[in-house]
Every structure is written in C-alpha cells, then in structure tokens.
C-alpha cells in the first residue's frame, strides 16, 4: 500500500475541492504526486484500475474522482487504463465516521469485476487506486472481487492515508 501524503487538512481540503467544488484540474496535480510517488517506490504495474463510486453519487456529481485521478495517471505514464474492471454492486452509505467494523460491513460483497475486463487483468500487475485510505476495507473488497481474474499482483495506492 503506498500513499503520496498522510491524510491531513491540506490533503482532505483538495480532494474535497475535486470532489464537491468540481475543480478538475486538481485530479491531473495528484495524478503527478502518484506517478513521482510509485517511481520513488520502484513500483512497476501494468493495468490502473480506480475503486467505483456509488453510481448515484457520480451522476449527481458527473464525474468519478478516482476514475479522472487514473486517466491522467494512465496518459502520463502510458499505463493501461482499466476504469470498468471493477463495479459496485450496490450504494453504500457514506464512510465518512463510520468505525472499522462499520466500514467493512458497509462494503462487504458490494464490488465485482466486470467480465468483460477479466482479460485486462489476468496475468498482469494491477494498480488498484483511490483517493483516501483509512482502514483499508475498500481495498481489501476491491482485491476480493478481483481475485477470481487472476492478476499477477494488485498494488494499492492513495493520495491519502491515516496510517
């Protein structure tokens, strides 16, 4: 699991501005912070996969901040983009001061891969990404629902993390 920055005030004050203020063109600065981040780290993948947002939720907003996150991650380091591989199943409430155990039960079983995507995966080294980490349960249910596909390897990463 790799972050570009601990979760913060800085940190939570741009995400929100992506995501509640439509300021897009912050999705490109942290698309940059995540590709220094993964060369510092010597992290090779094929495949960008983001986690999917609740579908309610991205029509109100009109946009999947993960998904835009990837496809400047995917146009900088001409990585394949994957944004379909993995779907939700169904909306979950918000995270958002939910504890661990509420965290995990919200999202248990709530992600699948998308058949038409298992080829895209097998066999090669995924880079699962979001834009907040806190107890890890997305992630793990992303891993989950890819599991069946085969990747070689998933690795994870965040713009920001509590750990």
Do not use: W
């Not at 993964?38 to 946009?63: C, S, W």
């Not at 146009?75 to 394949?80: I, L, V």
Request: net charge positive; proline share 4%.
């Amino acid at each position: 699991m790799l972050r570009c920055a601990e979760y913060g005030i800085y940190e939570r004050t741009l995400i929100f501005s992506l995501k509640y203020n439509g300021k897009k063109y912050i999705a490109r600065d942290i698309a940059a912070m995540m590709k220094d981040r993964l060369a510092l780290a010597g992290v090779d993948y094929d495949v960008i996969v983001p986690v999917p947002m609740n579908h309610d939720k991205e029509q109100t907003r009109g946009f999947n901040q993960t998904s835009l996150i990837g496809k400047y991650l995917a146009k900088a380091t001409g990585k394949d983009f994957s944004p379909g591989a993995l779907r939700r199943t169904k909306n979950t409430a918000p995270m958002r001061g939910l504890s661990p155990t509420e965290r995990e039960i919200n999202v248990r079983g709530c992600f699948v891969a998308d058949e038409k995507c298992r080829e895209k995966l097998r066999g090669r080294r995924v880079l699962l990404l979001d834009d907040f980490y806190t107890t890890g349960a997305t992630a793990l249910e992303c891993y989950r629902a890819m599991t069946p596909d085969e990747p070689a390897d998933v690795i994870f990463i965040a713009f920001a993390a509590k750990y």
